[in-house]
């Protein structure tokens, strides 16, 4: 009975629509037959003439002339002040401005019966709205740029119609302002023939109620800078009218991705698109979060900082200037105490590409570095210390030589100041080596620190996600070593430019390994020691000789002097001969003296027999002779 009932009530809301929209139709034929239709010019002109012009362009199609109603659309809220200014476009020209009509009013043919069907209904409701808002003596162009595809009953000219309109954009740097799951030219080629792409993303439901804010950030840019594309429904119409307004070259294309990708496709009618919003098929049902290499930016630069506010400026300064403008700067600021943070707040007011996060408690580099890789978007990632300064190629060039050689990663040398020297990787240079070849080609690559500073890589963001690389939290010194040993080993291939492009300051007295004594120095150091040895393991790499006798020696030329010079500094450790039996026992330190052996790893004799001294636990003679040969001007 139930079933009956709604079957019922189903039909009679049939007959009622049939009527009704039958009853509207009639009463548009005087409109039809009699009135004067606007004028609105082809698909193809209309493009033409944005290419010819630079002007900018508002379309509006059946969900603007709703709005400029005083209705509500599915993903936009009826609001007061988006009904008036979408009254405004329709009705007040501007010279280097141009409104898109739908080419509807006075013949369908071109269309397929269900466009004809939509349109015809349509204008039986609101025909009337459209000739109160317009000036039919205008000459409008054509709001169907962007919808070249699917409504048409002939499609052969559609390619001809895409091909045309990305003349709009080629060679040129375009700003997008679209939702945050519409992910226009992603996963095909619609943008490929532009100079560069910067994204400006805001939510795929009610953007206009984030209109200021949209505003604000793109006026951060010059007119002249970047051509502007907007797909934000109807706050695209407004937008496009208000930035011709300030002098920038903004174009509504709204759906032309979507009418692409169907064209791609073949697609007889409108159909969901994978991992985009498609308002018309299932509202985008089923797009997730997904990142995607090729959407924004092209770069993603993770800056720890901690107490650097006098070279944060400078640091800023130099990354901002490099010749890949495509970036997002992801600032993680690790609870300083001193002025970083407002020096963060006051670059970001001023240029959008920074990004300011501040950490609630005081975390340490690794668990920094890992909040910046979690926020980035980027194709690659790189890292940057804020009190260094880069080349303005750097990145460019490293980016340049992964996408040259489809490597995972690329490196580079770095130059220290204001001493001026240059330490260039022991590698072969330009050429993409497997992971193996990177280690076994060079038996050094622990003494020669060829692994450390990961602020020399650029790795690409999809590598380090689904290998799930990440720096070891509470690891405090050597942290960035176990993270690029871990990478180059899971990496396809690597590349290297034999290029000093990253400068490294080396007297800031306020950096990690300057401070006089570190409490936690020898449980860092043993815990990276533990941390080396596990990937070796895990590698299959531990038979390998050379490796396991370059780490042992840099655990006693590099490690043992600084935990000698940690204790000269500890105060709280009076008694230096305790401390110097603690160090001599300590795990690493015992397995280093068994692989060297007897071995001379030292430039003169006298430090070969203080090295035999320490092997066999000569406390006395070690404690003669620490203080003569760890002089302050040896000391770490």
């Known amino acids: 009975m139930k079933k009956l009932l709604v079957d019922i009530w189903n039909c009679l809301f049939d007959c009622y629509l049939t009527v009704r929209n039958s009853l509207y139709l009639f009463m548009d034929i005087p409109y039809r037959k009699v009135v004067i239709a606007p004028h609105v010019v082809s698909i193809e002109e209309t493009i033409r003439y944005i290419i010819q012009s630079h002007c900018s362009v508002s379309r509006l199609g059946d969900g603007e002339i709703k709005i400029a109603n005083g209705k509500a659309l599915a993903f936009q809220t009826q609001q007061p002040l988006l009904q008036q200014k979408m009254q405004e476009v329709l009705s007040v020209p501007i010279s280097n401005h141009i409104v898109c009509l739908p080419d509807i009013f006075t013949d369908l043919s071109l269309y397929n019966i269900e466009a004809r069907n939509h349109w015809k209904l349509h204008l039986a409701f609101y025909r009337k709205s459209w000739y109160k808002y317009i000036n039919r003596k205008r000459i409008f162009h054509n709001a169907f740029i962007s919808r070249c595809y699917m409504m048409f009953a002939d499609k052969t000219q559609c390619a001809f119609y895409f091909k045309l309109i990305q003349q709009i954009w080629a060679d040129k740097d375009i700003l997008l302002i679209e939702g945050e799951k519409s992910r226009l030219g992603v996963g095909n080629d619609l943008f490929d023939n532009v100079k560069s792409i910067r994204r400006i993303l805001a939510p795929n439901t009610n953007a206009f109620d984030h209109y200021d804010a949209i505003m604000k950030i793109v006026q951060k840019y010059s007119p002249n800078e970047y051509l502007i594309l907007l797909a934000l429904g109807p706050t695209a119409t407004v937008m496009a009218y208000n930035l011709a307004q300030k002098g920038y070259q903004a174009i509504d294309i709204g759906h032309i991705d979507i009418e692409y990708e169907w064209y791609r496709m073949g697609a007889s009618h409108k159909v969901p698109i994978p991992s985009k919003y498609v308002n018309e098929a299932d509202a985008g049902v089923g797009v997730g979060d997904i990142h995607d290499g090729n959407y924004m930016p092209v770069l993603s630069i993770i800056v720890p900082v901690y107490n650097v506010a006098t070279y944060l400026r400078e640091g800023l300064d130099s990354i901002l200037r490099q010749e890949v ?30 990004q300011f996060i501040r950490q609630s408690e005081n975390k340490g580099p690794s668990a920094t570095r890992n909040i910046g890789i979690k926020y980035a978007k980027g194709k690659y990632i790189a890292f940057f210390d804020p009190d260094d300064k880069v080349e303005n190629n750097l990145y460019a060039e490293l980016i340049h030589a992964i996408e040259d050689k489809k490597t995972d990663l690329a490196l580079c040398g770095y130059s220290t100041f204001p001493t001026h020297q240059i330490h260039i990787p022991n590698f072969k240079p330009y050429h993409a080596m497997q992971p193996m070849d990177f280690i076994q080609k060079n038996p050094r690559i622990e003494m020669n620190n060829d692994l450390c500073y990961t602020w020399r890589f650029v790795f690409k963001r999809n590598f380090l996600i689904n290998k799930k690389i990440r720096f070891i939290k509470n690891l405090h010194v050597g942290e960035d070593t176990v993270f ?53 393991r895990k590698y299959n790499i531990e038979h390998y000789i050379p490796i396991t006798t370059d780490l042992s020696e840099k655990i006693i030329l590099r490690y043992l002097p600084m935990l000698f010079n940690n204790l000269y500094n500890n105060s709280n450790q009076p008694d230096k001969k305790q401390g110097i039996q603690q160090i001599l026992s300590m795990t690493m330190i015992r397995d280093s003296f068994r692989i060297i052996g007897f071995r001379n790893i030292y430039p003169s004799w006298k430090e070969y027999l203080f090295y035999l001294a320490m092997k066999f636990k000569f406390t006395r003679l070690v404690c003669y002779e620490y203080n003569k040969i760890f002089t302050p001007e040896k000391r770490v």
């Open 325 to 354: 403008q495509d970036i997002e700067v992801i600032c993680v600021d690790d609870c300083s105490s001193d002025s970083s943070p407002d020096i963060l707040k006051e670059y970001q007011a001023k240029d959008n590409r920074i």
């Open 484 to 536: 690029n040993y871990e990478c180059v080993l899971q990496a396809s291939s690597i590349i290297m430019i034999p290029k000093a492009l990253y400068q490294y300051r080396i007297n800031n007295a306020g950096s990690l390994m300057r401070l006089r004594y570190k409490p936690y120095l020898t449980n860092n150091l043993q815990k990276l020691v533990d941390e080396k040895k596990r990937l070796i």
